[in-house]
């Protein structure tokens, strides 16, 4: 395998659906590989069976294509490197971690939990920080050959220097050294005989020849530790990306514990696909240019790791739809009429509406299609309304001039035989010609009448056409009896 070939990895859990920050891991993991020209991998861990979900498996999958992340190597589709299931890859790392005992940077512990659990006590009461005491670090060959003999249950453990320190360079969060005495002797192999997590993920990662790791800076602590097992293996150590987390607000992460938002939530709730990416790339990462809204192509030739911040981002639901409006403006009308129409149909269900027209006047005032039912819900039936609405003071209108207005509108439009929206046009302002007054004293009390609303898509002349003649016509006299 090319070592000068960017290979970057995406390894959830299969624990339920994917959340925002998890999603944005795998998007910065895909754009730093194909921004480079390299190889996008999709790993499963699975080996915390305990909280595997049913089906999550199959979501990973799902979401990362509809987010337009598509793997280049992975359990689908397979690769050089495989199985990309971890758990299929059991067999291998007890024999790493027995490298590791032979070379002295790790040791077989015998430790039972009666002694470890009175040890977390008395560590407790003397207010030191929990870490392995490193009772078993030294016990000689013949000692470990004797107790493997007898059958006494192990854990093989990470054997940290106890003195100097260990330095380490993450793009994001610069160098960062820690003193070795401060680390713990972690766990590599469990008593079942079982990788932890931590060192399946180094052992996996270097095998499948991963160049850049990118996760999330909960995982800076524990940093020092892979770079030991890096050097202990002689291995080469990768770029390491730490990412600040998505949070919910100043003190609250975004989790699935807590039912925030996934993907597929957002998407159910009106969200397009493409917006929905878009806002995330900004969630901890700013573009060198003003321009925040970039197609998935555009996106891989922004992308770069000096704009990620080390600061938490905030999720900003008001942005997110800002920039999914702007992607509803973008579509083409016959693309947003196809879109908006399961959302103008839960409240629209009148066959002879013109949907072209409707489209046009939903398009540019629509940032999430779950907007669309509440916009046009009057035009199936006139919903009740209060003459309040009448009284506009921008417009200098009132009940009386609204009903006056009315009057005059009634007849006027009685008569115009051809009904385009052009023809209304003519009308009406002809009428306002006519009378003297200002466009609004005719055009607020005819939105008022055709709608009972007070904020719609378009204005008077655009429903009337909607509507047709004859429901325009009644809608204006029910106005007419209820100003009266």
């Not at 290979?7 to 891991?25: C, D, K, Q, V």
């Not at 067999?91 to 009175?118: I, N, P, T, W």
């Not at 005495?181 to 005989?193: E, N, P, V, W």
């Not at 929905?276 to 197609?295: C, D, H, M, Q, R």
Request: hydrophobic share 40%; net charge negative.
């Amino acid at each position: 395998m090319d070592s000068k070939i960017v290979r970057t990895r995406f390894a959830p859990s299969p624990t339920g659906y994917m959340h925002i920050g998890n999603l944005r891991t795998a998007l910065f993991t895909y754009l730093i590989a194909k921004k480079n020209g390299g190889v996008f991998i999709l790993r499963i861990e699975d080996t915390d069976q305990g909280r595997y979900v049913e089906g999550a498996v199959d979501i990973i999958y799902k979401t990362l294509r509809r987010a337009g992340l598509q793997w280049d190597e992975g359990p689908d589709i397979g690769g050089p490197v495989g199985p990309y299931i971890q758990s299929q890859r059991m067999g291998m790392f007890k024999k790493y971690a027995e490298q590791l005992v032979e070379s002295g940077h790790a040791y077989y512990c015998f430790c039972d939990k009666d002694r470890l659990e009175e040890m977390r006590k008395i560590q407790q009461a003397s207010g030191m920080p929990p870490k392995y005491d490193g009772h078993c670090r030294n016990l000689s060959k013949e000692e470990v050959a004797e107790k493997l003999a007898a059958g006494v249950p192990y854990v093989i453990r990470q054997k940290c220097p106890t003195e100097g320190t260990t330095t380490f360079h993450d793009e994001v969060f610069g160098d960062i050294t820690v003193n070795n005495a401060d680390l713990d002797d972690q766990i590599l192999i469990k008593a079942d005989g079982m990788p932890t997590y931590n060192f399946a993920n180094v052992v996996d990662d270097h095998t499948m020849g991963i160049t850049h790791v990118i996760r999330g800076n909960e995982y800076l602590s524990s940093t020092p530790k892979y770079t030991l097992l890096y050097e202990a293996f002689g291995w080469e150590i990768p770029t390491y990306i730490h990412v600040s987390p998505v949070m919910k607000n100043a003190t609250e992460k975004l989790s699935k514990r807590n039912g925030d938002a996934s993907f597929e939530d957002l998407a159910a709730k009106g969200y397009l696909d493409e917006a929905i990416v878009n806002y995330i790339a900004l969630l901890g990462w700013a573009p060198k240019g003003e321009n925040e809204v970039f197609t998935m192509d555009e996106l891989i030739r922004e992308f770069d790791v000096s704009g990620i911040s080390k600061s938490p981002a905030i999720f900003d639901p008001l942005k997110l739809k800002a920039i999914n409006g702007a992607y509803i403006r973008r579509l083409s009308p016959e693309k947003f009429v196809e879109l908006a129409t399961p959302y103008i149909r839960q409240t629209c269900k009148r066959e002879d509406v013109d949907m072209a027209l409707l489209g046009n006047l939903l398009q540019p005032r629509t940032e999430v299609f779950t907007e669309i039912p509440e916009q046009i819900d009057f035009i199936d039936a006139l919903p009740d309304y209060d003459i309040a609405m009448y009284t506009h003071k921008k417009m200098k209108t009132n009940s009386e001039t609204a009903l006056a207005a009315l009057k005059e509108i009634l007849p006027a439009l009685e008569a115009v035989e051809d009904w385009t929206m052009d023809n209304i046009h003519n009308a009406l302002f002809a009428l306002i010609e006519r009378m003297g007054v200002k466009n609004g004293t005719i055009l607020w009390p005819l939105r008022v009448a055709v709608s009972g609303k007070q904020f719609t898509p378009g204005g008077g002349i655009e429903l009337s056409e909607i509507l047709g003649k004859e429901e325009t016509l009644a809608r204006i006299r029910k106005g007419i009896e209820k100003l009266s």
